[in-house]
């Protein structure tokens, strides 16, 4: 799907069948229910994603985390928020798609940090089977340092993934079953 592609530029190989790029405040109130945003986070102001895959809905806050709900708004899994350090505090883009696994996967990019520092961090979770949305990678895509940006890659292959870090090493990951394992990694070019 294209707009994945302009969402999530650092993802590619992920077959995203719902992707949200522009955040909307009315979401602080759809998840009332389950938290409060904390308004002294600057990216509160902007609200949050959200996504319709079929029956399920997955919503991110950044303060109050990433949530799939089922048909009848029941909470399915959820997972916690970032931690607010700083004025480029951001959720980036969110999407849902497959991976070559076997099971569904979110795929959501938050930006930490300030305007003169900060980094964005690819998340791809799965939902456990104890109803949590469990983290099956976590990598920096991007980090901006003054006036100096680097960009790294994340590149799903069957049944694994290839990890370029904005500053340092290829790796390659293989799926385990519940999450990606690194298993070597060779020099940066």
Same mark, same amino acid.
């Not at 394992?181 to 940066?188: C, S």
């Given at each position: ?34 938290? =409060? $945003?904390?308004?002294? &986070?600057?990216? #509160? !102001?902007?609200?949050?994603? *959200? +996504?319709?895959? /079929? ?23 959820? =997972? $916690?928020?970032?931690? &607010?350090?700083? #004025? !480029?505090?951001?959720?980036? *883009? +969110?999407?849902? /798609? ?31 089977? #104890? ?59």
């Amino acid at each position: 799907m294209l707009v994945a592609i302009v969402a999530l530029p650092w993802l590619s190989g992920f077959h995203a069948d719902a992707v949200a790029d522009h955040p909307t405040r009315a979401i602080a109130g759809e998840l009332a229910d389950w938290g =409060a $945003p904390d308004e002294d &986070c600057v990216a #509160s !102001a902007y609200g949050g994603l *959200a +996504l319709d895959r /079929g029956s399920t809905r997955v919503i991110a806050s950044f303060s109050q985390g990433v949530f799939v709900l089922g048909p009848d708004r029941q909470l399915i899994a959820r =997972a $916690p928020g970032f931690e &607010c350090t700083g #004025s !480029a505090d951001e959720l980036v *883009a +969110l999407a849902t /798609g497959e991976a070559w696994i076997d099971t569904p996967l979110v795929a959501l990019a938050a930006t930490v940090g300030g305007r003169a520092e900060n980094v964005t961090s690819l998340s791809l979770y799965r939902v456990d089977d #104890s109803g949590a949305l469990e983290p099956v990678f976590i990598g920096d895509v991007e980090r901006h340092a003054d006036h100096e940006t680097r960009t790294g890659t994340v590149t799903i292959i069957p049944g694994g993934l290839i990890y370029h870090a904005p500053e340092g090493p290829t790796s390659i990951w293989t799926y385990d079953g519940t999450r990606y394992v690194e298993q070597g990694t060779f020099p940066a070019a």
